[in-house]
């Protein structure tokens, strides 16, 4: 059985940087995608950043060029760095993953898939930037 755990979040002032985790356990897929998302109070959850088991990454444009995905195969674990923090990136960030073509053909395309093409998903872990 999968389970994502994310860790990390916390409460930083504008401009300040945290780094988000999220360790798999149970997932031995070799070929899979992962993403982060987030969710702010009464909006749609967004997509942050999306990576391949390949290495190939996508980025929302309102992140681009201030928060890094990453992985770390060894671990079974992504990251998201996020630098340059803003109040409208405060939102509760999720970890998910998936095996299926559906996920990996969007990152391929530089798309992030919407959230109906994730599996698995993470419990959430809150970020929030004051001004």
């Known amino acids: 059985q999968v389970q994502l755990v994310e860790s990390g979040g916390g409460s930083v002032q504008a401009g300040g940087s945290l780094r988000l985790s999220c360790a798999a356990f149970g997932y031995t897929y070799s070929s899979y995608c992962m993403g982060w998302f987030r969710q702010a109070p009464g909006k749609e959850r967004e997509g942050v950043a999306a990576?391949?088991?390949?290495?190939?990454?996508v980025y929302a444009d309102s992140v681009k060029g201030r928060f890094t995905i990453s992985q770390d195969n060894a671990k079974n674990s992504l990251y998201l760095q996020m630098n340059s923090l803003k109040p409208e990136d405060t939102a509760m960030y999720y970890c998910?993953?998936?095996?299926?073509?559906?996920?990996?053909?969007?990152?391929?395309?530089?798309?992030?898939?919407?959230?109906?093409?994730?599996?698995?998903w993470g419990q959430g872990t809150q970020v929030t930037v004051s001004s």
């Open positions: 998910a993953a998936d095996f299926r073509s559906f996920c990996m053909t969007a990152i391929q395309a530089l798309r992030i898939p919407p959230p109906v093409h994730f599996f698995y």
């Open positions: 990576i391949l088991s390949d290495g190939s990454t």
